[in-house]
């Protein structure tokens, strides 16, 4: 059975690598250098906590450099950080090797896509656009926070890889698809209604409700985006959508709002700075969302954060 390499330690990579090492599957995880691995070293495994219970697994590390070819690699870093990860172990790829990619928004996967190393057959990168949740208490420590689904496919539409019977068994839900690019498009939408709004007004989801002249605006604009884009589809009900997540999620704090209040880049590039380029690169006009991004950029500088 090949090993799954889990490039990104981080909430998503480790909830992956536990889940897939509990159910006995092959797991190699991959950390930056050989001070993480110490530090790795000295936790004596990842642990995930999953509904009160901690479990720790005691995952083989491995820095970027290890000689270990990679069949089958799932990048959990950060959109920002996802080309250059996977610059760094691009000669390690066997050909015809598996890349999952698990960022959110837009924008990095084609970047990782066309930094791939040259070889036959090429190397194989399937999108991933994931809503379950979770979040790190310690270093090497997850905490599986909200259930979800996790939606595969291929920007060209292939056959389902093998190894899906592998993420059965690993209870990790899923559904590979032809449609995962109106996924992401679907998923970056949500997140350009909701998102931003929190980080401006300062608010959780819920709050957001009382602000419904204003979301309904940025909705009615994003839908016509979406269609001048060339994604009717994963336009159709959005402004439906955003009012349930947004009731749903009521007392949560977006997961922009979290990076914003913690002091951590966010993704904004790869979902209002995709969303408004793609506006731009096919005429449509787009004020609303121009001016939100403005504005959000203002409000990271001010907070002394990357604007990119
Ligand atoms: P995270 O910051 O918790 O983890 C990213 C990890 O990647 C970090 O440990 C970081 O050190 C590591 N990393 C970065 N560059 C590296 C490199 N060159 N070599 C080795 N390691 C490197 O991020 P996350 O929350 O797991 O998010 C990952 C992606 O998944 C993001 O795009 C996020 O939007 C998306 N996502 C996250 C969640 C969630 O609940 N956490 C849910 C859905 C989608
Ligand atoms: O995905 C989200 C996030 O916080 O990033 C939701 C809950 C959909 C809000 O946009």
């Not at 996790?150 to 690993?170: I, M, S, T």
Request: glycine share 8%.
């Amino acid at each position: 059975m090949p090993f799954w390499h889990v490039l990104g330690a981080g909430s998503l990579g480790s909830l992956w690598a536990t889940r897939l090492a509990r159910a006995g599957v092959p797991v190699r995880l991959i950390l930056r250098d050989s001070a993480r691995l110490k530090a790795y070293a000295a936790k004596g495994g990842l642990t995930l906590s999953e509904q009160g219970q901690r479990q720790t697994f005691d995952i083989t590390a491995q820095t970027l450099d290890d000689p270990q070819p990679i069949q089958r690699l799932l990048v959990a870093c950060k959109a920002y950080d996802a080309q250059s990860a996977v610059a760094s172990v691009a000669s390690r790829l066997t050909p015809g090797a598996d890349v999952l990619l698990l960022q959110n928004g837009l924008g990095s996967q084609e970047a990782v896509a066309a930094s791939l190393p040259d070889l036959f057959p090429p190397p194989r990168c399937i999108f991933v656009s994931s809503t379950e949740g979770a979040f790190r208490d310690d270093d090497f420590s997850v905490v599986f926070a909200g259930q979800g689904a996790n939606w595969l496919g291929e920007a060209h539409q292939g056959l389902a890889p093998v190894w899906l019977d592998e993420l059965v068994a690993a209870d990790i839900p899923h559904q590979w698809g032809p449609d995962i690019l109106e996924r992401l498009w679907r998923k970056l939408a949500l997140n350009c209604a909701i998102n931003p709004l929190t980080v401006l007004h300062g608010c959780r989801n819920g709050e957001l409700q009382k602000r419904a002249a204003e979301v309904t605006a940025l909705c009615d604009e994003l839908v016509a985006v979406l269609e001048c884009c060339g994604q009717p589809k994963a336009a159709v009900g959005l402004h439906q959508q955003v009012d349930q997540v947004i009731r749903a999620t009521a007392a949560n704090y977006s997961s922009m709002h979290q990076d914003v209040a913690q002091g951590r880049r966010t993704e904004i590039s790869y979902l209002l700075g995709y969303l408004c380029a793609a506006a731009a690169r096919h005429g449509c006009q787009a004020p609303l969302l121009d001016q939100l991004r403005e504005r959000l950029i203002d409000h990271l500088k001010a907070q002394g954060l990357p604007s990119d």
